[in-house]
């Protein structure tokens, strides 16, 4: 299972950037559904959740200060599967590395513990100036 995170650059405080996550070598059979999320890290840190989304999409689960600013969504097909995290009205305090995670097998609500994820992608900067 390989994770291709992208979408990260440099925006002004009060900015959008979208990115996106294409997961490849992953089951897409109902009996091997996972859910997926978005992590952030800062240098020094341990690396912090930030949004979830099931497996159906349907459940989405939010960190507090990222609820009203940011979007998760999730595209899953025969030919494609990707995740996307919308981030709007972005400010300093979001810089960080931003990483997609898959958590599998699980079909329920997105959990928030890194350490429930089994797969990683290598992580996309974010920049946030003020």
């Known amino acids: 299972v390989q994770l291709q995170a992208s979408g990260g650059g440099l925006v002004q405080a009060g900015g959008s950037l979208r990115l996106s996550c294409t997961i490849s070598?992953?089951?897409?059979?109902?009996?091997?559904?996972?859910?997926m999320a978005w992590f952030r890290q800062t240098p020094g840190k341990e690396r912090k959740f930030v949004a979830g989304i099931s497996w159906a999409g349907i459940a989405m689960r939010y960190e507090d200060s990222v609820k009203g600013r940011f979007t998760i969504s999730r595209d899953r097909d025969d030919i494609k599967n990707t995740m996307s995290l919308q981030m709007n009205s972005l400010k300093p305090e979001d810089t960080a590395v931003y990483y997609c995670?898959?958590?599998?097998?699980?079909?329920?609500?997105?959990?928030?513990?890194?350490?429930?994820?089994?797969?990683w992608g290598q992580g996309t900067q974010v920049t946030v100036s003020s």
């Open positions: 995670a898959v958590d599998q097998p699980w079909g329920g609500r997105p959990k928030d513990d890194e350490y429930e994820y089994d797969y």
């Open positions: 070598g992953i089951s897409n059979r109902a009996s091997d559904s996972y859910a």
